[in-house]
């Protein structure tokens, strides 16, 4: 069983930066891939970027891409989304999430433990 915890949201600027953290409490973080993902109102919940159980391997969705950086401390049991050039379309509430398992996943569905989330709002 593991927790996950996040943090770091707010409100900033288009073109800002934010990070945001996920803490993982239970064991064997260190053997779970983990994601962040994203919700605005009235749409689906979307993959914005995932990471392996060593921090090797990492995906993002393409709107991300360039912009933001996922990343992991094991020895802190914590995750880490790094956001820059932040843009109003990237308004949301932030999920991070932990899957059983070694590889990194894309889809909700493969993720077993999640976040309460955390508001990232970014102004014009």
């Known amino acids: 069983q593991v927790q996950v915890a996040e943090s770091g949201g707010g409100l900033v600027q288009a073109g800002g930066s934010l990070r945001l953290s996920c803490a993982a409490a239970?064991?064997?973080?260190?053997?779970?891939?983990m994601g962040w993902f994203r919700q605005a109102p009235g749409k689906e919940r979307e993959f914005v970027a995932a990471?392996?159980?060593?921090?090797?391997?990492?995906d993002y969705a393409d709107s991300v891409k360039g912009r933001f950086t996922i990343s992991r401390d094991n020895t802190k049991n914590t995750g880490y989304l790094q956001m820059n050039s932040l843009k109003p379309e990237d308004t949301a509430v932030y999920y991070c999430?932990?899957?059983?398992?070694?590889?990194?996943?894309?889809?909700?569905?493969?993720?077993?433990?999640w976040g309460q989330g955390t508001q990232v709002t970014v102004s014009s």
């Open positions: 239970g064991r064997n973080f260190n053997k779970n891939a």
């Open positions: 999430a932990a899957r059983v398992g070694y590889a990194l996943g894309i889809g909700p569905l493969e993720y077993d433990y």
């Open positions: 990471i392996n159980w060593s921090g090797g391997s990492t």
